[in-house]
């Protein structure tokens, strides 16, 4: 069974620009996780989308976004690039979006460096 | 405080050591924990859910104390494929899908 995909693998860009990361979840995940791990810190809680609708969002500004398709597949967009998103953006997945069955298994990760 | 703390380590120990990682976290309504794994430069890995009576794989042991907010893991007869960073991890209470991840310990088995 396929795990979590995310494209592209890497992505430089400069500042003020715009991104946009992808994420496949595992099939039958309707759940979708994005979270941010910069060097040095632990991951961080950016969004949370279940069946199309963002659930929940972390302490990040506005100009981070995304979206989740009717196939559960998701996007993360960021607006106005600045040096410190450089990061590792992490999608991961789960069965259900509460517990017991909340596990979530990450993607590869899409690795943004910003100049 | 930080809502989960871990010792960061490193931990460097010997083949078939055992060894212990303590994690701490702040929220008392919160009501899921993990143990993953994470590689360098690679995603975090489930190792194991972490129950309120506890819970063994093979090698592997969690327990949870609820009343100390206070989670562990318990790694017997280390293996050279057990060097990782171990993330502690805590949906977050009142939060759904907010997973709260501990920075990590640092673990180095040496032959």
């Known amino acids: 069974e396929a795990g979590v995909t995310q494209s592209p693998t890497h992505l430089i860009k400069t500042r003020g620009q715009q991104v946009t990361l992808r994420c496949s979840p595992i099939s039958g995940h309707t759940s979708v996780y994005w979270y941010q791990q910069a060097l040095g810190l632990g991951l961080q809680f950016l969004l949370w989308?279940?069946?199309?609708?963002?659930?929940n969002r972390g302490n990040f500004p506005p100009r981070f976004s995304g979206r989740q398709f009717p196939n559960y597949s998701s996007e993360l967009n960021v607006n106005a690039l600045e040096l410190e998103d450089s990061a590792l953006y992490l999608c991961?997945?789960?069965?259900?979006?509460?517990?017991?069955?909340?596990?979530?298994?990450f993607g590869p990760g899409t690795r943004l460096t910003v100049l | 405080r930080k809502e989960v703390e871990q010792d960061p380590g490193p931990f460097n120990v010997p083949e078939g050591a055992t060894v212990a990682f303590n994690c701490t976290y702040s929220n008392s309504a919160s009501q899921s924990f993990f143990w993953y794994r994470q590689d360098c430069r690679k995603e975090p890995k489930l190792l194991m859910s972490v129950y309120s009576s506890g819970n063994e794989d093979g090698r592997f042991t969690a327990q949870l104390n609820r009343a100390s907010q206070y989670i562990s893991l318990l790694i017997r007869d280390s293996k050279l494929s057990d060097s990782a960073t171990y993330l502690c991890?805590?949906?977050?209470?009142?939060?759904?899908?907010?997973?709260?991840f501990g920075k990590g310990t640092k673990l180095s088995v040496k032959p």
């Open positions: 989308y279940d069946e199309g609708e963002e659930r």
């Open positions: 991961a997945s789960s069965l259900t979006p509460g517990p017991p069955g909340d596990t979530q298994y």
């Open positions: 991890v805590v949906l977050k209470g009142g939060s759904q899908g907010n997973l709260i």
